[in-house]
């Protein structure tokens, strides 16, 4: 294991107790985009009362859902055949969702159906990023949503919603953000103070 790893891993370990201590609303429902969620509720020790769990969703159709989300979570998960060599499922024909992290649309589905029924409609918050086909439309549909939300961005739209990151200023979006920064256990969502975002809404 190179040192770097292990140091991150151990500063991350240290943070994560921390974190865990700090955060209040330890049910709240995280709908996210893409995997940015997942690894904030694993860090956090948060249970999954969300579907949206090792997957991605193209900001479009991401913000069709969470704009109607009590619908489609009662909508019944289909299989679409595409040629990816991952499952995807859609939603009401019209909101596909990419399993990138699922062996077969049987497990994906069954994932899903488990998640969607733990959601708090009244304990939501929704992580976005400017990926996967986001543009000036979809930020005006962002702007829209009635629950607590925040967009990471490459873009500085001095919008307080939304969260800036420099380091892609020169880029059409921002990168993965789970990934560390440096060595000491940061990762680059950590920007942002997520644990006061839901403790505070």
């Not at 107790?17 to 509720?41: D, V």
């Not at 969470?66 to 909101?95: A, R, S």
């Not at 986001?134 to 009635?146: C, H, Q």
């Amino acid at each position: 294991m190179k040192i770097k790893t292990l140091s991150n891993m151990i500063f991350r370990y240290v943070k994560n107790k921390y974190l865990r201590i700090k955060l209040k609303n330890k049910n709240a429902s995280i709908i996210a985009n893409n995997c940015n969620g997942s690894f904030i509720m694993h860090d956090l020790h948060m249970k999954f009362n969300t579907p949206t769990v090792n997957l991605f969703i193209e900001a479009p159709d991401f913000i069709e859902f969470v704009n109607n989300l009590d619908f489609y979570l009662k909508c019944e998960l289909e299989e679409k055949q595409t040629k990816e060599n991952y499952p995807i499922g859609v939603l009401d024909n019209k909101v596909v969702i990419h399993f990138l992290h699922y062996e077969s649309f049987e497990s994906a589905k069954e994932k899903w159906n488990i998640r969607k029924k733990r959601v708090d409609l009244n304990n939501v918050y929704i992580f976005m990023t400017d990926r996967d086909g986001f543009n000036l439309d979809t930020l005006k549909a962002f702007n829209e949503i009635k629950y607590p939300k925040v967009l990471f961005s490459h873009i500085d739209y001095q919008n307080e919603n939304i969260i800036y990151f420099p380091k892609y200023k020169n880029h059409k979006c921002v990168g993965i953000l789970s990934n560390y920064s440096g060595w000491f256990g940061k990762r680059e969502y950590d920007i942002f103070n997520y644990v006061d975002f839901l403790n505070d809404n």
